[in-house]
């Protein structure tokens, strides 16, 4: 009798441990579900919308992640661990691998940093002394670049926001400077103007602000020409291509040489 209600209570228990990590997946799994579907609703009401996208971003991984832990707190706290106990297992555990991964809040504090100052927001474009791209999305802990080649590029944001960061899109307009080489028999005048008259045809050239070209340096083998236009930033690499080949075309037509590099060799008898 003893040894079969030994066994009745074991089952029992056996049965409502099991109802309970049945309820605490449904916890999880129903939670999870709703955490995603408030991201959602929060992501298409229209004052967050009206937020700069990476602060968007940021947010809304922040609340995803503190959402997900308070799902996490309510399973457990469904099979029994009271609430008290699971916020100071959870408040020690938090510390303990606060510690241990120090870097990780690190790069939350750095990711802090860089929503507050603003060096840069998504969709422009930034080199740092190692890596450069467009700015494709930021979290708490990582800033994403996507490159001109279409590689991701995922930088820790502690580090980045202890870096230099370079900004090309964070003016609307930017100056873009060309040399150019002729050979030493050019005429100076000719090869300015032929220059000035190929910057000023240009359609992505800004015609109110400088347009300069000028003799700059003695190169080696060949005279240096020095071109200076302003651009509306979006068209930087579009005018620069043009140039490049606009003005090899001129010369061309205008019989102005390129030279190759050359060496006069001496031979002595």
Same mark, same amino acid.
């Given at each position: 009798?003893? $040894? ?15 109802? /309970? ?10 939670? &999870? ?38 799902? &996490? ?14 916020? @100071?297992? &959870? ?20 990711? =802090? ?6 060096? %840069?927001?998504?969709? !422009? ?15 708490? %802990?990582?800033?994403?670049?996507? @490159? ?11 580090? $980045? ?23 030493? !028999? ?8 032929? =220059?000035? !008259? @190929?910057?000023?045809?240009? *359609? ?9 070209? /000028? ?7 060949? $005279? ?9 930033? *979006?068209?930087?690499? *579009?005018?620069?291509?043009? =140039? ?6 001129? &010369? !061309? ?17």
């Amino acid at each position: 009798m003893i $040894l079969e209600k030994a066994v009745e209570k074991i089952l029992e228990g056996l049965v409502e441990l099991g109802f /309970r990590l049945i309820g605490l997946i449904l916890i999880l799994i129903i939670g &999870f579900r709703i955490v995603k579907f408030l991201i959602k609703i929060l992501n298409r009401s229209k004052g967050f919308n009206r937020l700069e996208k990476s602060v968007r971003t940021f947010i809304t991984s922040f609340i995803s992640i503190v959402l997900k832990i308070l799902v &996490f707190i309510t399973a457990f706290a469904y099979i029994g661990i009271p609430m008290t106990s699971m916020l @100071t297992v &959870f408040g020690s555990v938090t510390l303990a691998i606060g510690l241990a991964v120090q870097g990780g809040l690190t790069n939350m504090v750095g990711g =802090l940093l860089l929503l507050i100052f603003k060096p %840069f927001k998504i969709g !422009d474009y930034i080199e740092t002394h190692t890596d450069s791209g467009t700015v494709d999305e930021m979290t708490i %802990f990582y800033t994403i670049l996507k @490159t001109e080649d279409n590689k991701k590029i995922v930088i820790p944001n502690g580090p $980045l926001s202890n870096e230099t960061i370079i900004n090309y899109s964070s003016q609307t307009k930017r100056r873009l400077d060309l040399d150019f080489s002729v050979s030493y !028999d050019s005429d100076i005048e000719k090869v300015k103007q032929v =220059l000035l !008259d @190929t910057l000023k045809n240009e *359609d992505l050239v800004l015609k109110e602000d400088e347009i300069f070209a /000028r003799l700059s340096n003695h190169g080696e083998h060949a $005279l240096i020409f020095t071109t200076r236009v302003w651009v509306k930033t *979006d068209d930087y690499g *579009d005018l620069k291509y043009n =140039l490049e080949e606009n003005i090899k075309k001129a &010369f !061309d037509k205008n019989g102005i040489k390129i030279p190759y590099p050359q060496m006069d060799i001496h031979l002595e008898k």
